[in-house]
Nanobody, 115 residues
């Protein structure tokens, strides 16, 4: 059983920063990769960033430079540092884990960028 719990979302002004956390039940080193996805109102869920068990990262081209994904294996947690936030970054952010050819998802955390 894989459980993922996101936290750290909220309301932030344009230009601000947030750090999202995704805590997993059990060790995260067993997952081939973990990542963050987001879904804006009326839009499809899209990739934000992923990180493999070996620490290789991948970002949506439009977000590279502003967002940083990282992991702390000792805490079984993956993070998403988001800087220079824009209103178009608003949405529900979901944590994902890829394990034995299955995708597992958290419940999501709302991020709202507004003045």
């Amino acid at each position: 059983q894989v459980q993922l719990v996101e936290s750290g979302g909220g309301l932030v002004q344009p230009g601000g920063s947030l750090r999202l956390s995704c805590a997993a039940s059990g060790s995260i080193v067993r997952f081939s990769a973990m990542g963050w996805y987001r879904q804006a109102p009326g839009k499809q869920r899209e990739l934000v960033a992923t990180i493999t068990s070996g620490g290789i990262t991948n970002y949506a081209a439009s977000l590279k430079g502003r967002f940083t994904i990282s992991r702390d294996n000792a805490k079984n947690t993956v993070y998403l540092q988001m800087n220079s936030l824009k209103p178009e970054d608003t949405g529900v952010y979901y944590c994902n884990a890829y394990y034995y050819n299955n995708d597992y998802w958290g419940q999501g955390t709302q991020v709202t960028v507004s003045s």
